[in-house]
């Protein structure tokens, strides 16, 4: 692995949000909401927790997903579709091969993490929250990732580095290149 910038925080524990888009068909996609949903019993924070619960297990929110979420909390599609753009942590689109966040929780954000996403962002040819034209690379904001005593954060394939300055944009992507790489090998 280069060692372009800082030293790499604490990996992510569980990678979940780095995970590529699964494949699921869109049955099976409203059972598992279904399952999601007996976490939230109550009607307050369902449907946020939903959306979330689904992001992190399908890397962005599939539209079967959308419309199972939709019709077990009653909110018309659109609705929900609108809100789910809303934020900034989720996506209704599909992720890249490598994804790339950038912490934007409280200690990341008063230290950059929005001009950090930005520089990679430009570099990268794309807006922040986009994948690159060629499926490659998807760059995000995300919540805390539990490393703030290192803040600011990216995350890089499921790798965590610390105190990434906006000089280290290049750095993120050479991370992030690696891992393509790497990901391609395990599939050979
Ligand atoms: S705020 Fe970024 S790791 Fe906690």
């Known amino acids: ?27 099976m ?31 962005y929110l599939p539209e079967e997903a959308l419309r199972a979420i939709a019709d077990l909390c009653d909110v018309p599609y659109e609705e929900l579709v609108a809100s789910a ?22 200690a990341c954000h008063t230290q950059g993490a929005v001009r950090l996403a930005q520089a990679i962002a430009d570099k990268l040819g794309i807006e922040v929250g986009q994948t ?14 539990g490393a703030c005593s290192v803040a600011p954060v990216a995350v890089v394939a499921g790798t965590a580095y610390g105190r990434v300055k906006t000089a280290n944009a290049d ?12 990901a391609g090998r395990c599939g050979e």
């Open 85 to 106: 753009r809303f934020f900034k942590t989720l996506s209704t689109e599909p992720v890249g091969k490598v994804v790339i966040e950038v912490c934007d929780g409280t």
């Open 1 to 27: 692995m280069p060692d372009a910038f800082a030293t790499p925080a604490a990996a992510v524990a569980d990678g979940a949000s780095t995970r590529p888009a699964a494949d699921v068909p869109g049955q």
């Open 171 to 182: 750095g993120v992507i050479e991370h992030a290149r690696v891992a393509l790489e790497e």
């Open 29 to 59: 996609l409203s059972q598992r909401v279904e399952q999601l949903a007996r976490r939230y019993p109550d009607d307050v924070g369902r449907v946020i927790g939903l959306l979330n619960d689904v992001q992190d297990e399908c890397g």
């Open 132 to 145: 690159t034209p060629d499926g490659l690379f998807t760059l995000r904001l995300v919540h805390c990732v």
